[in-house]
């Protein structure tokens, strides 16, 4: 029988944990299955391993060898070789149940979903025990185990809720192959998740868990609150939203989740590590993100007056910052304020 998945494993510095991430791989119960393990120009001991599993088991397992372009950069060479019509992706850190895969495949054949969701068990270094984590956001929504969502109908939106991280999602792979990835920075799983999930008919969810996620691992992007690394976010949300606007069918509840991610993004700002001069170049680049969201602000403003849950002097500046006439004057006082406040502080190392 021929593989029908391909999970593709983008390599960088995981040197402690990725035979643990490979054996886990080479454990799921499921035959139609192929391994591509992609090695970002990693510069410790991972091209060793690699070359190690690949040779003891090259029937199903491949490895190419690439130099250092980010995560994104990974995906994208991955979902070019990959000859199967489905993949997933998993980090290098990260491990699969051993039914992940048959559960995930099974899903999307009975259902014909183009992107098949499960939930996730969160792990920390050192510690043997693990959380249980839906892999959405259960403030907002509350989807439905083993249920289609069918694009167009409200029920749908709720899936925009979803975790954008790669773990126990399996893509149909004609949805993300058009997706152009941001080199060079982390955060592209927003990418790969919110362009695919654009360009899907149907998606199901289950809330079994299928995946492990190693959360607090040294050099995990998402506690990095650098100059460089909210460049880095800005970059590839307004990469996003570029995508976004070429594809024909857009919800409105897309671009009030990109507002939310605007807003996520202005309030991180206010840990970041730098200079005073620095975070305002930062909120000078994220106005450039909020500026494309503005362009948008009817369909956001049909949400934001029953979702949001800013304070009432909050909501009127939101308000100004979605009327593209009044954009420039009410971001220029959010800067002005913001910047006023801001403690400077060492640069991350």
Not at 155 to 168: E, K, V
Not at 187 to 212: E, G, H, W
Request: aromatic share 12%.
């Amino acid at each position: 029988m021929s593989a029908q998945v391909t999970v593709i494993v983008p390599v960088y510095k995981v040197e402690n944990y990725l035979r643990r991430c490979l054996d886990s791989l080479l454990k799921q119960d499921c035959p139609d299955l192929q391994i591509l393990v992609v090695n970002d120009g990693s510069p410790d001991g991972c091209g060793d391993i690699i070359r190690e599993y690949v040779e003891a088991n090259r029937e199903k397992m491949a490895g190419i060898e690439k130099k250092n372009g980010g995560w994104g950069s990974a995906i994208q060479l991955g979902i070019r070789e990959c000859r199967t019509p489905y993949f997933l992706v998993c980090d290098g850190d990260d491990t699969l149940e051993p039914d992940c895969i048959s559960t995930l495949l099974n899903l999307a054949k009975v259902s014909g979903a183009d992107l098949t969701c499960g939930a996730r068990m969160v792990l920390r270094k050192g510690s043997p025990d693990k959380t249980y984590d839906c892999g959405y956001n259960k403030d907002y929504v509350s989807l439905k185990s083993n249920t289609v969502y069918n694009k167009g109908t409200a029920a749908f939106d709720d899936l925009f809720y979803l975790n954008p991280a790669p773990h126990a999602k399996l893509y149909r792979k004609e949805i993300a192959e058009n997706i152009r990835f941001t080199e060079r920075v982390g955060y592209c799983d927003n990418m790969l998740f919110f362009l695919s999930l654009l360009q899907a008919r149907k998606v199901i969810y289950t809330d079994k868990p299928l995946a492990d996620y190693l959360i607090d691992r040294e050099g995990n992007s998402m506690t990095d609150v650098s100059y460089a690394a909210m460049n880095a976010q800005i970059l590839v949300f307004k990469n996003l939203v570029n995508q976004a606007e070429r594809l024909p069918e857009v919800p409105d509840f897309f671009w009030y989740r990109m507002f939310e991610s605007y807003k996520y993004l202005l309030y991180e700002s206010r840990n970041m590590k730098g200079t005073r001069e620095e975070y305002e170049s930062i909120l000078n680049y994220l106005g450039t993100f909020m500026q494309k969201i503005s362009r948008h602000g009817q369909a956001v403003m049909k949400y934001y007056r029953s979702r949001s849950k800013s304070a009432f002097l909050e909501q009127i500046s939101d308000r100004f910052l979605l009327n593209p006439a009044r954009f420039e004057k009410a971001y220029a006082r959010i800067v002005r304020k913001m910047s006023e406040a801001f403690q400077p502080s060492q640069k991350a190392d």
